[in-house]
């Protein structure tokens, strides 16, 4: 009778260690914290199981072997887990997680080249998640079966920034109705020109490994089981340059003692749509992978470096030289890659920046740039100023190149999330402000000032310049403003006047002569001046 009930306790032990794993899919790995609560769960139960027939049989519970193995495996996981966590922390390893990130002193006129209009992500998240959720409202065919995750990852797409999110099951019982044949299609977002695409996938080559699966095609326990010794970081979704869609799964490595000091040492892709799985080594990644070290760990690496340089101690007490990023971050698509940007500020809490840092996400390499100046917060305010009478909100800003001076670009949107205007903010003097409806009158205006104040310590252009015979003019009407749309003989760009800005093209007739300088553009050249 008493082996039976130990097969039994062993029976229920083994079952409720399986269904607590499936659950909560931890890694197996000492790195894991949640292994270790998993182990320490083990040990209760098995405790628990091995004396209950004991307790049952009016044993006093100190003298039940079971109970003393039990507790006293427990204490020592405990003290194990507690030590680990204190030997890793900064703590005791100050220098060394100052030394996690590698920083390089960079030139901002040399490293990032001027303003290129198909590269500027005029949208944040936020905005996009509105374009995104509008785009799903008007798929009748989807809209009552799935909704739009909010990954919403940005990414480099055939040299265009981009975000990128799949649809999900909008609930389970939509889950159990269309799980046979998986999510038909994923939502993308230019960020330069707000344009937003359903991208449908074939019929048969639907999305089945995804966060909104339940059982084994989802995307996390689709890992674990392939992989049981990793430890995830945050996912993204992306897709390649022919538009498959894949799941990049970055994996943590830690540096320092047993959960400290995390970065990214490998990164598995996961085809979203066969479940397919490679896994690199991080200096091997694919260079259409965008998304790997997250902005979150990239913005922490960076605090690590600036808060520790001179000691744990010291960023606690003294804060001698210790620097942290600000409270914000953006993106930046340069060289096919997408870089974090951020501010550096003191610790004591000014309104000012040291300069700023760029990190890129699928390398970790990272830039500094000295540039004292206006902390974001304090240049969104200023532009927030110039259209307080429309009560628009600004974006966090973009750092752009604009005439060789760093310059805060940002987006002003009215309360139903709409972009409306865009703002240019000089850094190094945050009271110099320009507004636009469009970026080109943004930019030509910001010019403008830098010429009148006198900032810009390289000469300013406003663009190209070309001369020519009018070929085609024609009036149209965007937004309620009235342009011009000219062509020149021998050429197939098109020319857009603004005739609020040049009156005088009205007096001009096809078959003369005129000289326009201008902005280039993809589609239309934004005609800054007419001689």
Same mark, same amino acid.
């Given at each position: ?13 083994? !079952? ?6 499936? =659950?909560?899919? @931890? ?9 270790? $609560?998993?182990?320490?769960?083990? #040990?209760? =139960? ?21 109970? +003393? ?55 944040? +998240? ?8 509008? +785009? ?25 920034? &981009?975000? =990128? ?6 609930? @389970? ?19 330069? %020109? ?30 674990? /089981?392939?992989?049981?010794? /990793? ?64 902005? @979150? ?18 960023? =606690? ?14 993106? $930046? ?22 300069? /700023? ?65 865009? !703002? &240019?903010?000089?850094? +190094? ?30 000469? #300013?252009? #406003?663009?190209?310049? %070309? ?29 857009? #006047? ?34």
């Amino acid at each position: 009778m008493k082996l039976k009930w130990k097969l039994l306790s062993a029976f229920l032990a083994a !079952a409720a260690a399986c269904v607590y794993y499936y =659950v909560t899919i @931890p890694a197996v790995n000492i790195h894991s914290s949640g292994f270790w $609560l998993f182990i320490v769960s083990l #040990v209760v =139960v098995l405790t628990l199981l091995f004396s209950a027939r004991s307790m049952r049989d009016g044993y006093s519970v100190r003298d039940i072997r079971p109970v +003393k193995v039990g507790g006293l495996l427990t204490v020592v996981l405990l003290l194990i887990y507690g030590a680990g966590t204190i030997l890793s922390s900064p703590i005791v390893n100050a220098k060394k997680y100052h030394e996690l990130l590698s920083i390089q002193e960079g030139t901002f006129t040399e490293d990032i080249a001027e303003v290129n209009y198909n590269e500027i992500p005029l949208l944040d +998240k936020s905005s996009a998640t509105l374009l995104g959720n509008r +785009k799903m409202g008007s798929l009748i065919d989807m809209v009552s079966q799935f909704e739009v995750s909010p990954l919403y990852t940005q990414i480099n797409y055939q040299n265009k920034p &981009m975000r =990128v999110t799949p649809l999900t099951y909008a609930s @389970p019982i939509k889950w159990l109705t269309n799980m046979s044949e998986g999510i038909p299609a994923y939502i993308m977002i230019d960020m330069t %020109t707000q344009d937003t695409e359903c991208v449908r996938l074939s019929e048969g080559s639907y999305i089945r490994y995804s966060q909104g699966e339940y059982f084994n095609r989802n995307i996390y326990r689709h890992l674990r /089981f392939r992989y049981p010794t /990793f430890i995830f970081d945050q996912l993204s979704f992306e897709i390649d340059e022919e538009g498959t869609p894949y799941w990049i799964c970055p994996v943590k490595k830690f540096n320092i003692g047993l959960f400290g000091g995390q970065t990214i040492g490998k990164v598995v892709l996961c085809n979203a749509i066969t479940g397919e799985t490679a896994c690199y080594e991080i200096e091997d990644c694919p260079q259409w992978v965008d998304s790997v070290y997250s902005a @979150p760990l990239l913005i922490q690496l960076y605090d690590y470096y600036g808060l520790y340089m001179n000691g744990f101690f010291n960023s =606690v007490l003294s804060q001698k030289g210790c620097l942290q990023t600000t409270d914000g971050y953006n993106y $930046l698509a340069m060289e096919d890659d997408v870089w974090v940007y951020t501010g550096i500020t003191s610790v004591s809490g000014d309104e000012s920046n040291v300069g /700023f840092v760029l990190m890129n996400q699928r390398t970790m390499e990272a830039k500094y740039y000295s540039c004292p100046g206006a902390e974001e917060y304090s240049a969104m305010n200023s532009a927030e100023g110039q259209v307080q009478n429309l009560g628009y909100h600004s974006t966090f800003p973009l750092l752009l190149n604009v005439a060789s001076e760093p310059t805060y670009f940002m987006a002003l949107k009215d309360d139903a999330g709409l972009v409306k205007k865009y !703002a &240019m903010v000089n850094i +190094k003097k945050y009271q110099n402000v320009a507004i636009g409806d469009t970026v080109a009158e943004c930019e030509k205006a910001y010019i403008s000032l830098l010429k009148t104040n006198g900032i810009s310590s390289s000469p #300013v252009s #406003v663009g190209e310049s %070309t001369a020519g015979t009018i070929e085609t003019v024609a009036p149209v009407v965007l937004e309620g403003n009235s342009h011009y749309y000219v062509m020149l003989s021998g050429s197939d760009q098109i020319f857009d #006047v603004p005739v609020s800005d040049f009156p005088q093209i009205v007096r001009y007739k096809e078959g003369e002569r005129i000289t326009l300088e201008y902005i280039a553009g993809e589609a239309l050249q934004i005609v800054t001046g007419i001689q």
